[in-house]
């Protein structure tokens, strides 16, 4: 006779209500997935050093984080565990219709739902030979050591999503060649698996306009039609999940100065209008809303970005999701940047950093490990707010900021220069391959099922089915959880 534990007893009779009795759960809830023979790909030796384990240089880091003593840390932890993960169940089926029971399972995480986004320039896609003669302007050593295609790989390592410094921006990209951007880039990053923000439709500033608005400055009709061809044009060129649409109203005010301030509503709809993917994301993106380094922050900031979001709502506009720039340049209480990011819970809107970096200033010069250690800190908290969506390093892979010529590192916040991995893109994979990631091995209970608590995203679902891999594709989000996997 076989006993099973009480735990054993409930998950049975979970798998026979959900799975077997559909009609008392919704479709959602309940999936069946098919496993598939797989043969297990070689590692490669190139990703090694890029995997979220090597340590060196942040061990003191890692430890504050494992430790979780301070008060922040803790709340920051128990909102994460509370909205980043969920439960996820499953039930293994061999093909004979007999439970899988008492054999290893290995589940693992392939990708974040949450938006892990570096920034990239243009020539980071070049080859070679036109990136060292790009950068040989601003840096004097050549010692990249990454060809373009191990580029790609450690995009594909560091990210879940892809932007552009200025690629997309109209002023600076209208008058070349985007048949790269479009063929090649794009669509190569597309079948990675990476989201694309686009960045920006409109800086409503004559300093980031093109030329030919400028000289429509005494025709406001010429004008007006301009900006909407501008975005209308930019909107169905760009194959991309989100946009910027509008970048940094609050200080850059010439176009609506001219057109009215309804302008901005009507952008919005446009940029709605004629976007290539019906679900993309408008965002009002701005800078020093919740990353204002004085204490007491600038809360006419706060307000201004709080009253333009509200006029653009009650106006019609399809505003779906709230952009802060996210650059520091002094160091900064996490708990504050989460009592900012609390202010503007009440609209209900996704929210992402969309330019994070931790920049030296005249008044204060980072240590590597206090950037890598603050890096940590606001990862942390934007994680763990239920609302944010994603967070965006700029830039990733620096290829021409000024050189710090005391550590002969770029002042800038780049995750990687030259051939090394710096402390804070060290604690970024970190936490993003390690500490926020899901890889186990359990075993099935006699009626093959099995239970655990993971970070929400894609899965894979590997399977011994006599001398075969078999290999399960599942989405574990807030709605569908429970699993079938039919080996």
Request: proline share 4%; net charge negative; aromatic share 12%.
């Amino acid at each position: 006779m076989t006993f099973y534990t009480k735990k054993q007893r409930w998950l049975a009779v979970l798998f026979v209500l959900l799975v077997y009795l559909p009609s008392l759960a919704s479709e959602r809830v309940v999936q069946t997935v098919e496993a598939f023979a797989y043969t297990l790909p070689e590692q490669d030796p190139f990703l090694a050093p890029f995997q979220g384990m090597d340590l060196q240089g942040i061990e003191d880091v890692v430890s504050e984080i494992k430790a979780c003593r301070e008060p922040w840390r803790k709340e920051a932890e128990a909102r994460i565990q509370a909205h980043r993960k969920h439960d996820l169940y499953l039930q293994i089926m061999q093909s004979d219709g007999n439970p899988y029971g008492g054999e290893n399972i290995r589940i693992r995480q392939l990708r974040h739902a949450f938006d892990f986004g570096v920034v990239l320039k243009k020539p980071f896609f070049s080859e070679l030979d036109a990136l060292e003669n790009h950068v040989g302007k601003r840096v004097s050593s050549h010692e990249w050591g990454f060809d373009l295609e191990e580029r790609f790989k450690l995009v594909n390592q560091f990210a879940t999503q892809v932007g552009f410094a200025n690629a997309l921006k109209y002023k600076l990209s209208a008058d070349k060649d985007p048949t790269h951007m479009i063929e090649t880039v794009i669509p190569r990053l597309r079948s990675m698996g990476m989201s694309v923000r686009g960045h920006t439709l409109i800086w409503p500033g004559w300093k980031h306009m093109h030329a030919d608005a400028l000289a429509l400055k005494e025709e406001p009709d010429a004008l007006r039609a301009f900006c909407t061809e501008q975005i209308k044009s930019y909107a169905r060129q760009w194959d991309v999940d989100e946009w910027d649409v509008i970048n940094e109203p609050r200080v850059n005010q010439d176009i609506q100065d001219i057109l009215g301030r309804d302008c901005m509503v009507d952008w919005f709809k446009t940029a709605q209008a004629h976007v290539r993917n019906v679900d993309t994301g408008l965002y009002l993106n701005d800078y020093k809303v919740i990353s204002k380094d004085e204490k007491p922050w600038n809360e006419k900031n706060i307000e201004h970005y709080q009253e333009t979001v509200e006029w653009l709502l009650a106006e019609g506009a399809p505003l779906t999701h709230l952009g802060f720039q996210s650059r520091f340049h002094a160091p900064v209480d996490p708990q504050v940047i989460y009592e900012r990011l609390e202010q503007f819970r009440k609209y209900d809107l996704p929210m992402k950093a969309t330019e994070f970096e931790i920049r030296d200033h005249k008044d204060h010069v980072f240590t590597e490990l206090e950037r890598a250690r603050m890096t940590a800190d606001m990862m942390t908290i934007w994680f763990s707010h239920s609302l944010v969506n994603g967070i965006v390093a700029w830039t990733f892979f620096d290829i021409e900021g000024f050189v710090d010529e005391r550590s002969d590192l770029p002042r800038a916040f780049s995750l990687l220069y030259e051939n090394r991995i710096k402390l804070n893109g060290k604690i970024w994979l970190y936490l993003m391959r390690n500490h926020w990631h899901t890889d186990v091995v359990k075993k099935t209970s006699p009626t093959g099922t099995l239970s655990l608590s993971g970070f929400l995203g894609d899965y894979e679902v590997l399977v011994r089915d006599g001398d075969q891999i078999k290999r399960g594709l599942l989405t574990l989000d807030e709605d569908a959880y429970v699993y079938k996997v039919q080996l």
